[in-house]
C-alpha cells in the first residue's frame, strides 16, 4: 500500500497522528502533516485507514500497489 498526503488540503488537526503515529509525523515550522512511511508495512492497515477516515480535511488517500 502507498500512502499520499495531499499538503493542500491538510490543515494541521493532527488527527492522522494520533490515529497512526508511526506513519504521520507532523511538520511544525511548516505546519504541515508529514509521511513518515510511504509504505507502510501491512499491519499498519488499520490505524493508516483509521487516520484516512478520521482527517477532517479528507487529506489523506490510502492507494494500493499492484505489486503487492
Ligand atoms: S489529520 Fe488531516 S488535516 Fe490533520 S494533520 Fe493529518 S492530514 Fe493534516
Not at 505546519?31 to 488499520?46: G, I, N, W, Y
Not at 493508516?48 to 500497489?65: D, I, N
Amino acid at each position: 500500500m502507498r500512502v499520499r498526503a495531499d499538503l493542500d488540503l491538510c490543515q494541521a488537526h493532527r488527527m492522522c497522528q494520533g490515529e497512526a503515529p508511526a506513519v504521520f509525523g507532523f511538520d511544525e515550522a511548516a505546519d504541515l502533516v508529514t509521511v513518515l512511511q510511504e509504505h507502510p508495512a501491512e499491519s499498519e492497515r488499520p490505524q493508516v485507514a483509521a487516520a484516512v477516515r478520521y482527517c477532517p480535511a479528507m487529506a489523506l488517500a490510502l492507494e494500493e500497489e499492484n505489486d503487492e
